[in-house]
């Protein structure tokens, strides 16, 4: 258990659902079981270690996860590379990855803190904030430790760091391709719901309950790929050949992250029934919340970093091309990037695969929220951009754009 975290001992818990609470019991006592699993798991701990300790060197010469979690992994420059350049590709797949998880990390740590505002009047519901304490100190330490084996990586492959974009960059000097590094709740197109929804979640049970069926879904990108990532640790294991360090912190990371799955799906599922039903304006905004996901983050395929719907990240990739482990020219850089996102290959179909799993795994996920609108329930929208065809269509205006503003 985190040091910084004391759980209250057995025979003096938490207060139990009073009489009013007609809904909660079992739940809470759900809660509460989960809570302590979490308080008694060294997942974090681990992690931790693995990151302070962590050294390119030694980790280097192995793959970190299946080769198509590589960056631009099935594109012409892929199929182009010597077999160190495909293992650096499959490192900065990681590190990248990982920046853009860090970023809706730090979303959660203050959505946690609103959304346990909501709840921390209700004696009740006292295991509720402290679940999500335990939570957000351990999203911290996840941040660090996926910055620092990220930045760690850069350094050595590159002699700098291209992909990594800290949040502290001025969002109007971001561009919006880079939008990702905001994390799934910074990537909205609209900023003025996103400070409604925000005040809004902090008052309401209902809408802070709610917000879990986001941070649910959230919750499952990340399983989408981490899943595979925790397979390749066991593969390794079974044949007890070396585990590289990120690879470690890819399956703890997991671990860690399956208390915080339950959570949502508790609190997504059942804490709201304890609650008066949603009114218009309730039930509005928590359907704005899945609309705007699949608006802003699962609306398409991405080619650089396959298996995800993150951006295509085309400033980044025009200057790896140019960093020492390719060392190319602007034209040939250029030239490469049209070959590799203008036409379909074989990354953008490992893309779908992911794309497909995920959209049926949300599906799942949303079935029994009545409140949702079949739009969103069904997640209508990010059924119908998960193409390859539309995935090139995309890309093609994309490069335009951008090889007309390096040219400028």
């Not at 974090?44 to 080769?67: A, H, I, R, V």
């Not at 910074?186 to 409604?196: A, D, K, N, Q």
């Not at 036409?343 to 794309?355: F, M, R, S």
């Amino acid at each position: 258990m985190l040091k910084t975290h004391k759980a209250p001992e057995k025979g003096s818990q938490f207060s139990t659902p009073s009489e009013q609470v007609v809904h909660g019991r079992k739940n809470l006592k759900l809660m509460d079981i989960n809570y302590r699993r979490n308080t008694d798991s060294d997942y974090t701990e681990k992690m931790d270690q693995l990151s302070k300790n962590f050294d390119y060197s030694s980790n280097s010469d192995y793959y970190w996860g299946e080769p198509e979690l590589s960056i631009l992994y099935g594109s012409p420059l892929y199929e182009a590379a010597s077999p160190s350049q495909k293992k650096a590709l499959n490192h900065l797949f990681w590190a990248l990855d990982y920046y853009l998880i860090a970023a809706t990390e730090t979303n959660t740590i203050l959505f946690n803190e609103v959304t346990a505002n909501a709840f921390f009047p209700f004696d009740d519901y006292e295991v509720i904030c402290h679940t999500l304490d335990v939570e957000t100190n351990q999203e911290r330490y996840h941040v660090r430790a996926f910055n620092n084996i990220g930045n760690k990586t850069e350094i050595a492959l590159l002699g700098e760091t291209v992909f990594h974009c800290p949040r502290s960059t001025k969002p109007q000097e971001m561009d919006k391709t880079l939008s990702p590094f905001k994390g799934m709740g910074g990537r909205t197109s609209s900023p003025l719901g996103m400070h409604v929804y925000t005040i809004s979640i902090s008052n309401s049970p209902f809408l802070a309950s709610q917000y879990y069926t986001a941070r649910g879904i959230g919750n499952l990108h990340l399983k989408n790929r981490e899943y595979t990532f925790s397979q390749f640790y066991k593969k390794l294991e079974k044949k007890r050949d070396f585990i590289p360090a990120p690879t470690a912190v890819s399956r703890y990371h997991l671990l860690d992250e399956s208390f915080h799955t339950a959570t949502s799906q508790l609190m997504s599922h059942e804490i709201y029934k304890d609650f008066p039903k949603p009114n218009i304006w309730e039930k509005y905004l928590a359907n704005q919340a899945v609309y705007r996901l699949q608006i802003d983050v699962f609306n398409g395929l991405s080619t650089t970093v396959p298996g995800t719907c993150a951006s295509n990240f085309m400033p980044m990739v025009y200057k790896l091309l140019q960093t020492p482990l390719f060392g190319m020219s602007n034209q040939e850089a250029l030239l490469m990037m049209e070959k590799c996102f203008c036409q379909e290959n074989e990354g953008l179909h490992v893309t779908a695969k992911y794309y497909q799993r995920l959209l049926s795994d949300i599906r799942k996920f949303l079935e029994g929220l009545d409140y949702l609108s079949p739009v969103n329930r069904e997640m209508r929208l990010m059924a119908s951009s998960g193409s390859v065809e539309k995935a090139v269509a995309n890309n093609i205006r994309e490069f335009k754009q951008f090889s007309r503003s390096v040219k400028r």
